[in-house]
């Protein structure tokens, strides 16, 4: 047993913890000095406020290489955004492409309008290790004629990363609007909306952006314009009862999550001094000494594609006679190594790489999380697998 | 129209972010005395602000702020205690 009393946090992909030491300056700041409503009021503080969500905006825009900041609006996590984007822009008769290693953000708002007989939709199989095949989208893309495809960038359960240019040209080339979850990819992977012909994209702050829980958005293309789930003060407009259209008004309601936001931005510069390439490089690497210290456990299985280039930083393992959520306990108990077992809100993507009902135990490294962590995770399946198969 | 001294011009915008951005702009172009100012009610029941600058620069200022757009909604000046639309 190895209970040095560290907890050793490999349950980045649920949420990213530590944050980088800016980020809670940052928001301490804006309480302490700050403290102002946004857009709400014309003194100082108001206006330094809404500065900060304008220059959140903005880094979020330049990290996307969306061309016009004013399309990126702040939500409270990506599957509020997601619920934007899929309410605000189906109609009842569209047909939906998705994939079957959806997120339940994704999903249940999907399932939800089909069983209201709103949309048709179809759900693209992926492989036994999350992977899917440009080839079977575009068949569908072909035979479905849909209006809307929705995808996930970074599958949360197996790191799978969808071919998104391969699959942006598809939909464009279709007349497809591309709606990407970019939950577990923005700030770990390069996106380009422009390049990867994206046209909604929605994100969440406090994963790999590294900004505090309760911060996400929703970014779309010109000429894409969800209506919003919620209606209300905006700042703007004041005379009139009705929403405004314009953006990003149209879509932010009610005060914005500022220290929140403050945060985020925080995040967002740090991202920028780093490069997502080399948050990338660093992330791939311990990815790859887990996969490497986990090859050959007897009894222990991974899922997901074999190499780390080829995935998030998101490794699950499944041990034989071991159900997901004693392992995860015992993990914790033994060596202090924190995971999230089960089925990751995503029953669809477990079901396509077997390992549903159960799940799987999901150890997701991040920015922070050394090689003695990875050593130690590895050391810990060991002890659990040999305990299992009778070596102790 | 004449511009008296030492008077100020504003432009107005629908959201708050497009004021931010415009004084962004403002101030890459090297525009003095840029700032933020509550919207004046004679000419927006707006609660938010607007970005004001000097009237003397109106005319490159607005050819600038005209990139943005139907997100401009419009460009007063200073003038006898009120302000006038310029065109």
Known sequence: ?392 | MSVEPGAFAIATFHSTHMVLKAEKMLKEAGFAGVRLVPVPSQVSSDCGVTVRFAAAEVARAAELLRTLEDDLQGIFLESNGGWEPFS
Not at chain 1, 346 to 371: K, L, N
């Open chain 1, 1 to 392: 047993m190895h209970n040095t009393g560290k907890l050793i946090y490999l349950d980045n992909g649920a949420t990213s913890f530590p944050k980088p030491p800016a980020v809670e300056a940052a928001m301490s700041h804006f309480l302490l000095k700050v403290g102002g409503s946004p857009g709400r009021s014309g003194h100082r503080l108001s206006q330094e406020a809404a500065r900060v969500v304008f220059a959140c905006r903005e880094a979020l825009a330049s990290l996307i290489g969306a061309p016009d900041s004013k399309r990126v609006v702040f939500t409270l996590n990506a599957t509020q955004a997601l619920n934007t984007a899929i309410y605000g822009t189906l109609r009842r008769g569209d047909r939906v492409v998705t994939t079957s290693m959806e997120h339940n953000s994704v999903m249940r708002p999907l399932r939800d309008l089909e069983s209201r007989r709103v949309i048709e939709l179809h759900v693209v199989p992926c492989d036994r290790i999350g992977r899917l095949d440009a080839h079977h989208l575009e068949e569908a893309v072909r035979t479905h004629r849909p209006r809307l495809v929705a995808a996930v960038h970074a599958s949360n359960v197996t790191g799978s990363v969808i071919p998104l240019r391969e699959i942006g040209g598809i939909c464009r080339a279709a007349g497809a609007l591309l709606l990407l979850d970019a939950a577990q990819s923005a700030g770990a992977l390069p996106i380009d909306v422009e390049a990867d012909r994206v046209d909604l994209l929605a994100f969440t702050g406090h994963k790999s952006l590294f900004g505090p829980q309760g911060t996400g958005g929703l970014w779309a293309r010109e000429g894409v314009d969800p209506e919003p789930l919620v209606r209300g003060g905006t700042g703007s407009n004041s005379e009139l009862e009705e929403q405004p259209e314009f953006w990003p008004d149209r879509l932010e309601s009610g005060t914005q999550n500022t220290v929140g936001l403050a945060g985020l931005l925080a995040g967002l510069q740090f991202i920028a001094a780093e490069g997502v390439a080399a948050i990338h490089t660093r992330e791939e690497a311990l990815v790859r000494r887990l996969l490497a210290g986990l090859e050959g456990i007897p009894g222990l299985r991974t899922h997901g594609p074999d190499h780390a280039e080829e995935r998030t930083p998101v490794v699950s393992v499944t041990f034989d006679g071991l159900f997901p959520s004693e392992a995860g306990f015992l993990l914790e108990e033994g060596f202090n190594v924190l995971t999230r077992v089960g089925l990751h809100c995503a029953p669809a993507a477990h079901r396509t790489i077997g390992t549903f009902p159960q799940g799987t135990v999901r150890f997701t490294p991040g920015y922070f999380t050394t090689i003695e962590d990875i050593d130690t995770a590895i050391e810990g399946c060991r002890y659990l697998a040999a305990k299992k198969t009778g070596g102790r």
